[in-house]
């Protein structure tokens, strides 16, 4: 094959056409945009998509970003709707269609059908005189420009725009909802952003029978055994009351065992860290691993309403339990 022009200096011809079709569209956005919004906002069923061909992949995005950021959406594949999909489609649903031209066959014969539901319908189209925009009740119009392939043939430009559009529809309506980041993480409790929004202290901290806790006056080697036993990297001391009076940690431990502490006779409140970080149960967990990454440490105890000791939270399990990646 030979390279018979400047490869670098063509992609970056293809960034400029794109760019450009979308500082164009971003102009066109007027009184057209804002009529979609608000029908989207007043919605009262779902936001249905549909578009054939690359404008149905770029739909099938958007339908994912509207439903994450708390519109319901989901994308209705135009030749499925004509055998039975059109189905899940109600009067008091919105259905976007999408198609450059206007003209696809696939999308434009939905019409009638809709039509008779008697849902809302709106045009994302570059073609003001098409048979879709004639059709639909709501329309957006993109501007004139090129695609981005050599050929002005393959839809680039376009659908990058039509991406970008449904970015901003989504991004906007969600704003206009209240729509809050509690929100976003229970619709996406799998992955590490749900997880930082959702999962809490209580929900990984050790507590019960499972804490490593001593009262007050106990020995050191009592603490070693209860910290032995737990399999933690910390021994909180309490009073009567589960106040909390102090902690030992493992590191604490060996600086001790290198200066021949004696284990059997040393009291814990002698060697314990006093006033110690302490975060409390119903804390985000991701904020605790902050805590503990800017106070350089490893483990604390975890507080009730009360400031009692309710249980110890480690650093490892928080990183185990897949919330920072």
């Keep these: 094959m030979d390279k018979k022009f400047d490869y670098i200096n063509e992609a970056k011809k293809v960034f400029d056409k794109e760019i450009e079709a979308l500082q164009k569209t971003r102009d066109a956005l007027g009184k057209d945009f804002e009529s979609i919004l608000n029908l989207i906002l007043d919605c009262e069923g779902k936001l249905i998509l549909t578009g054939m061909g690359k404008p149905g992949h770029i739909a099938t995005k958007m339908s994912a970003t509207f439903a994450s950021l708390g519109i319901p959406s989901f994308f209705m594949h135009p030749g499925e709707a004509m055998h039975g999909d059109l189905g899940m489609v109600e009067k008091k649903d919105v259905v976007m269609l999408m198609s450059y031209s206007g003209e696809s066959e696939e999308v434009t014969r939905l019409m009638p059908v809709l039509k008779e539901i008697g849902c809302k319908t709106i045009a994302i189209t570059g073609k003001p005189q098409s048979t879709l925009a004639q059709e639909c009740q709501y329309h957006f119009f993109f501007p004139e420009f090129e695609e ?9 430009s376009s659908t990058t725009t039509l991406l970008v559009l449904g970015d901003a529809l989504a991004v906007i309506a969600s704003r206009a909802i ?34 490593a806790v001593v009262s007050e006056g106990s020995t050191l080697h009592q603490a070693i055994v209860e910290m032995s036993k737990k399999g933690l990297s910390m021994v909180t001391i309490v009073d009567t009351e589960d106040n909390i009076k102090g902690i030992i940690t493992d590191g604490d431990l060996r600086r001790m065992l290198d200066k021949n502490v004696d284990v059997y006779n040393a009291v814990v ?8 970080t302490t975060v409390d149960y119903r804390e985000m967990a991701v904020n605790a691993l902050q805590t503990m990454s800017d106070k350089k440490i490893t483990c604390m105890p975890v507080v009730d309403e009360e400031n009692k000791l309710v249980g110890t939270i480690l650093m490892q399990d928080i990183f185990k339990a897949g919330i920072v990646r």
Excluded: I, Q, W
């Design 148 to 156: 981005a392939c050599y050929l002005h043939l393959a839809p680039t």
């Design 269 to 276: 409140d002698d060697l314990m860290t006093k006033n110690p």
């Design 178 to 211: 209240n729509y809050t980041r509690d929100d976003f993480g229970l619709h996406h409790p799998a992955g590490a952003l749900g997880k930082k929004l959702l999962v809490k202290v209580k929900n990984l901290m050790y507590s019960g029978d499972e804490d």
